[in-house]
């Protein structure tokens, strides 16, 4: 009864490289199987279900599950084109972080700027909406959006650079109230949800730019799986879908299965949170030492 059905030299060969860790995971189907044998049947909760109603519940619960239990953060890393611009991956959902990475190998956040937007431009002649052409709104380019945006998140440098100086002697000791967001150097960006593209500052042309994001985890076959953590939040999470879409199931049954949904899914979130007691010392005790 082994869950193991490859061989130690079948597992370690270089031909099984892409399935290295594989054990820690159970497929979609793997769990949609199983819960049709334990949990539907005669003398059972859930006398008949069908197997497409499943698989609707298990894909939900992996898309649920991505968004704040799951391991499922992705990351891109791109060289910034001249264009200062960054396709949004095809599986994004949304990003977690962007950050810039340097020769020293160590990753410096980048935070957004709401100072801007991409606008459509319309189409016009000398003022007056043109009707004629094919399409009354032309998607713009975004160039003279960017270079706005660029002169903004350049404004301490230069033209600006003679002025500096001189307000700051001006000003000694009496600049108060600086925007947490501004008070960097590590860059900015700004992401055009319509057109699917991050626009970046100008300074971080031709730099190493990382988009750690998630996805739903319904992207490939690949991806639809399970960790063993999260095995049991899943199937609960498939019966409450199941029994809270019947018109004749008892209200206090319902109940029990939420609150069980509740209960595992929270049990599988502690569980990946990966909390080791010995990090978790080194930490506090960090807290603890005394500054000189």
């Not at 769990?31 to 519940?57: C, P, W």
């Not at 977690?96 to 937007?117: A, H, N, Q, W």
């Not at 019966?239 to 019947?246: D, E, I, K, L």
Request: aromatic content about 12%.
């Amino acid at each position: 009864m082994g869950l193991l059905i490859k061989s130690q030299m079948g597992y370690y060969s270089a031909l099984n490289s892409e399935n290295y860790g594989d054990y820690q995971f159970v497929t979609l189907d793997s769990i949609i199987n199983a819960f049709m044998v334990v949990y539907v049947g005669e003398s059972k909760l859930i006398n008949k279900v069908n197997r497409t109603d499943v698989q609707f519940h298990a894909m939900r619960a992996i898309q649920e599950f991505s968004y704040d239990i799951f391991r499922s953060v992705k990351a891109q890393e791109i060289e910034v084109p001249n264009t200062l611009q960054m396709v949004l991956p095809q599986d994004y959902v949304n990003y977690t972080k962007l950050t810039t990475s340097g020769s020293d190998g160590i990753e410096r956040v980048l935070y957004p700027t709401g100072k801007t937007s991409n606008p459509f431009a319309i189409t016009q002649i000398d003022g007056v909406y043109d009707y004629n052409g094919s399409n009354l709104l032309e998607q713009s380019t975004g160039s003279d959006t960017l270079t706005a945006y660029n002169a903004s998140t350049n404004s301490v440098s230069g033209d600006n650079d003679s002025q500096a100086d001189e307000y700051y002697s001006e000003n000694l000791g009496g600049r108060y109230g600086l925007d947490p967001q501004h008070a960097q150097d590590n860059g900015t960006f700004y992401i055009d949800y319509s057109r699917g593209l991050i626009q970046f500052g100008s300074d971080l042309a031709g730099q190493t730019i990382v988009l750690h994001y998630i996805s739903d985890g319904l992207g490939t076959d690949g991806e639809m799986v399970v960790h063993k953590f999260a095995e049991e939040a899943v199937y609960k999470w498939i019966a409450y879908g199941v029994v809270s879409s019947r018109s004749n199931m008892p209200e206090y049954i319902v109940q029990r299965f939420k609150k069980e949904r509740f209960a595992e899914a929270r049990k599988a979130k502690i569980r990946l949170s990966n909390i080791k007691i010995e990090e978790f010392t080194q930490i506090l005790k960090g807290l603890s030492k005394p500054i000189k």
